[in-house]
């Protein structure tokens, strides 16, 4: 998809406009002056009784724009009684086309957040009654026209605004949740300007994500603005809470978006509207920068997270000490894996925490460069603090065929467990052994996007928490999303590693990208990987002489060789 820079650039003579004639709806407030500043030929008819009032003379006019003011600042949640008043208006006066301005808080924060979430996407909120009000603001917005484009913006920092995350970028310090650094866009008044110039031009109907062209993590976009972040535990904010610190700590919705990833795609609204930002997130984040804080904000952010700075510390820190000392992690076939271009690497993934993954990581960075990226359960990665950002921070992405889609176009490795959850909880009598809930979605991946399938094995790691027993409540499951509590030994233990990289199956010579549709293709593919790698599994066991020491090969590689300088991508 090609994306054009302006509005201007992609609306042909015929369909250009002289200039949108738009009646803007909105109470008095900062974002509200921030826009009639910004387009002072827009009508702007305030938000109150008198709004309704003057909107029935303003049906000559091209477009209703309606800014909803929030439920109670510095609430995120729009005041859905007085947006059904000025929908009701639009109703009876025949307005042929409304732009309303709802939020991506529409897609709630959560540990299942996909990250760049499009606006396809089944939105579940659950019990989050920030996004169900967005949503029931959407639906209302819906009934009042025959054309209705409903723009979700990015959170706009507004200086003296009462929205919470305006009011977050002021305090001092802020009250962070330790072991969460969430990625999260913010968007300037400057482009939320623009992206209603383009519905209002196009006339357009649908649903549009307004965001930035870059992401950045919460904790970068503070110091960036010159505030401190002071991270507590989520029982610190829950007792603050609860003692009467709402305005301290916010509410419980509040506090989730500093927990959870917030970012969502622009592609449609780029090939629709004609709209991309012309300003990243840390550009909305400048205007606010104090004196002595970084004013160049030239680091790039990933939109999932990913921090290769982080990645080499935690090589020089713990995660390098069990890689090198206490699992001794030895690897072999680091010269199956492409040094350029995308490729699926398929395991198997034991052990219930995420261990593995961060092993097998290590040793391809260590031994390639290449930082892969692994999909990963929620309930696994991301739900818990300091896990979360471990897993995101090296590389971890929610799993689901958008976000596979994203790292194979990009040419990047994507990491796959086809066992899912339940093969990491997999008791310890049938470790070595793939299991029933393997899927077959890999093979699909690598079908459609043209790249090999890279199989890879380890033993050692079902060792270090063997699952003897389980433990099975209702509660924990709701809780924690795992299949059952395991009974294994309360620290790892330090078992020796062995990690095989197997000769690559090249599905690009031997398919079309077309057999991706094709089951019994898909099926006799995975039939072979799964052989090839419970082969080798048989095999490392069968040359381990020990749980615990040896190598099993001469010449056993442990990966350990100093970071790679520029880690590449």
């Not at 969460?180 to 994500?209: K, W």
């Not at 991946?445 to 790691?461: E, Q």
């Not at 690009?508 to 080798?536: C, F, L, N, W």
Request: proline fraction near 8%.
């Amino acid at each position: 998809m090609t994306l054009v820079a302006d509005t201007a650039d992609v609306l042909t003579p015929a369909r250009r406009r002289a200039t949108a004639r738009v009646a803007f709806v909105a109470p008095e407030g900062p974002l509200a002056r921030e826009l009639v500043m910004l387009r002072p030929s827009w009508e702007h008819a305030g938000g109150g009784e008198g709004a309704l009032r003057d909107l029935q003379l303003r049906d000559t006019c091209d477009s209703v724009l309606y800014v909803p003011r929030p439920q109670k600042p510095p609430d995120l949640s729009p005041d859905l009684g007085a947006a059904e008043r000025i929908f009701e208006s639009c109703a009876r006066a025949g307005v042929r086309h409304v732009i309303v301005v709802s939020s991506v808080a529409a897609y709630g924060a959560s540990p299942h957040h996909a990250g760049l979430v499009s606006e396809q996407r089944t939105v579940g909120p659950g019990d989050q009654p920030v996004a169900r009000s967005w949503l029931a603001f959407e639906a209302l917005a819906r009934a009042a026209a025959s054309t209705v484009a409903v723009l979700r913006p990015a959170p706009v920092l507004v200086r003296g605004g009462s929205d919470f995350f305006s009011q977050l970028f002021a305090a001092q310090p802020v009250l962070a949740v330790a072991g969460h650094d969430p990625t999260l866009q913010l968007l300037g008044p400057s482009d939320l300007a623009r992206a209603i110039d383009a519905a209002a031009e196009r006339q357009v109907a649908g649903l549009f994500n307004i965001v930035p062209t870059s992401p950045i993590s919460l904790h970068a976009a503070l110091r960036l603005a010159g505030r401190r972040p002071l991270p507590m535990p989520w029982s610190f904010h829950k007792v603050g809470r609860a003692l009467g610190g709402a305005a301290r700590f916010g509410t419980a919705d509040h506090a989730q978006f500093l927990r959870y990833h917030l970012t969502a795609s622009g592609e449609k609204a780029a090939g629709e509207l004609g709209f991309v930002a012309h300003h990243s997130s840390a550009d909305a984040v400048r205007p606010r920068c104090q004196p002595g804080s970084d004013p160049a904000g030239a680091h790039t952010y990933d939109p999932f997270g990913l921090d290769r700075e982080y990645i080499e510390r935690s090589w020089r820190g713990v995660m390098g000490f069990l890689h090198r000392r206490y699992w001794r992690v030895e690897s072999s076939g680091l010269e199956h894996i492409p040094r350029q271009g995308g490729a699926v690497l398929v395991g198997m993934h034991r052990g219930f925490m995420p261990f593995d993954g961060v092993m097998t990581l290590h040793s391809v960075v260590q031994g390639t460069g290449r930082v892969p990226r692994f999909l990963i359960h929620p309930g696994v990665g991301m739900r818990f603090p300091f896990l979360f950002n471990l897993m995101s921070k090296l590389g971890g992405v929610i799993a689901c065929q958008e976000n596979a889609n994203r790292i194979l176009e990009s040419g990047e490795l994507l990491g796959v467990y086809p066992e899912g959850i339940r093969g990491a909880f997999t008791m310890y009598t049938r470790a070595h052994r793939i299991g029933p809930s393997w899927r077959n979605d890999c093979v699909a991946f690598a079908l459609r996007h043209g790249v090999p399938i890279v199989p890879f094995v380890t033993i050692g790691s079902a060792e270090i928490f063997p699952i003897v027993g389980r433990i099975d409540w209702r509660w924990w499951k709701r809780f924690t999303e795992w299949p059952f509590i395991p009974v294994t030994t309360p620290f790892p233990l330090p078992s020796k590693w062995h990690t095989a990289f197997l000769e690559p199956v090249h599905v690009e010579h031997e398919y079309g990208r077309e057999a991706a549709d094709d089951p019994r293709a898909i099926r006799a593919i995975s039939t072979r990987v799964k052989r090839q790698m419970e082969e080798a599994v048989t095999d490392l066991r069968r040359r381990r002489r020990s749980l615990f020491f040896g190598s099993i090969r001469e010449g056993g590689s442990s990966a350990s060789q100093r970071v790679p300088s520029g880690l590449s991508k």
